[in-house]
T-cell receptor, first 112, second 114 residues
């Protein structure tokens, strides 16, 4: 199984809502990532978890809160988002932080 | 800080034409280099990678790339493109001594005309 799955595929939320994005992999990878990608732009790294510990936070606003409940799961909790946070949110995993990353299909988020 | 520069923002080719996409990186230490592709409506996937060894690496679908350390470059090539190669191509660098942080270039949109 070389797949990273993400749910939901699409999400529309208001600025006062609380929602969560989920990511799952069963490749035994120990590093997991959240990226934000705007249209026609490259993925921008948000967070990196290594062995279930947060190792990189790229100065992401606190309205984004990551969580790694176990080595297969990665969540991104969203609260009080702004319209400019609308984007494709990608999850990725890799064997360790320097190896090839495997990307999920993303969650397309629209904040109204 | 590491950075990646892709010189070609949009490339348009006819089928069977040869392709070369430029990628230069900036980082003083050892790097791992990647080319990822994003086909329309699909997720990012790896085309090829360089960690060490032979600087000429071959990937999927007939793509290859050459790492030239002196030029800080990792250009992507394909001798004969197909319509199905139409996609967005991203070069990425990962520095093991920089907490494994990956940085992507701005991407190149390749359009292949049938």
């Amino acid at each position: 199984d070389t797949e990273v799955t993400q749910t939901p595929k699409h999400l529309v939320m208001g600025m006062t809502n609380k929602k969560s994005l989920k990511c799952e992999q069963h490749m035994g990878h120990r590093a997991m990532y959240w990226y934000k990608q705007k249209a026609k732009k490259p993925p921008e790294l948000m967070f990196v978890y290594s062995y279930e510990k947060l190792s990189i936070n790229e100065s992401v606003p606190s309205r984004f809160s990551p969580e790694c409940p176990n080595s297969s799961l990665l969540n991104l909790h969203l609260h009080a988002l702004q319209p400019e946070d609308s984007a494709l949110y990608l999850c990725a995993s890799s064997q360790d932080r320097v190896r090839t990353q495997y990307f999920g299909p993303g969650t397309r988020l629209l904040v109204l | 800080a590491q950075s990646v520069s892709q010189h070609n923002h949009h490339v348009i080719l006819s089928e069977a034409a040869s392709l070369e996409l430029g990628c230069n990186y900036s980082y003083g230490g050892t790097v791992n280099l990647f080319w990822y592709v994003q086909y329309p409506g699909q997720h990012l996937q790896l085309l090829l990678k360089y960690f060490s060894g032979d600087p000429l690496v071959k990937g999927i679908k007939g793509f290859e790339a050459e790492f030239i350390k002196s030029k800080f470059s990792f250009n992507l090539r394909k001798p004969s493109v197909q319509w199905s190669d139409t996609a967005e191509y991203f070069c990425a660098v990962n520095a093991p001594t920089n907490a494994g942080k990956s940085t992507f270039g701005d991407g190149t949109t390749l359009t292949v005309k049938p």
